[in-house]
């Protein structure tokens, strides 16, 4: 997306992000305030010039969690992304993001038979949208003064 606007980047401008690690209640590990990596997937340009590259790192964090049950009661993680960095600043992001596990068809023995849902996994390498929460002020390289012209040859 462009934004427009000269020389700012319009906070709410969508910025593709990706994750750098897997998400999942499969081990019940997982819990709610976990930080995790993210990166920038798609560049963003301001006038064709490239302003956050991709690779920009971006933090997220899991916002709830809950553990997949008996009775096909399946699993269900949501997460928002919080934040990236570019050139040692700390950029606001926002936009939240989740996975619900499948209804459940595992049939497990325990004292008889029930079915238990499924995990919810987000896969590392998936996208996801976030938002800038702020604006960005771009940097105008100072303008550049015509070369002094050169006298003609005698």
Known sequence: MAPANGSVIQSGTEIVLKLREELTTDKKKLKAGYRFQMEVAEPVRLNNQIIIPPGTPAIGEVTEVRNKGMWGKSGYIEARAISMRIGGR???????????????????????????????????????????DEDIVVAQPPATSPAPAKPAPK
């Open 90 to 132: 700390t950029i606001r992001l926002s936009g939240s993001f989740d996975d619900k596990g499948a209804p459940g068809t595992d049939i497990i023995p325990v004292v008889g038979f029930f079915t238990s849902g499924r995990s919810a996994t987000i896969a590392s390498g998936s996208t996801v949208k976030a938002f800038l």
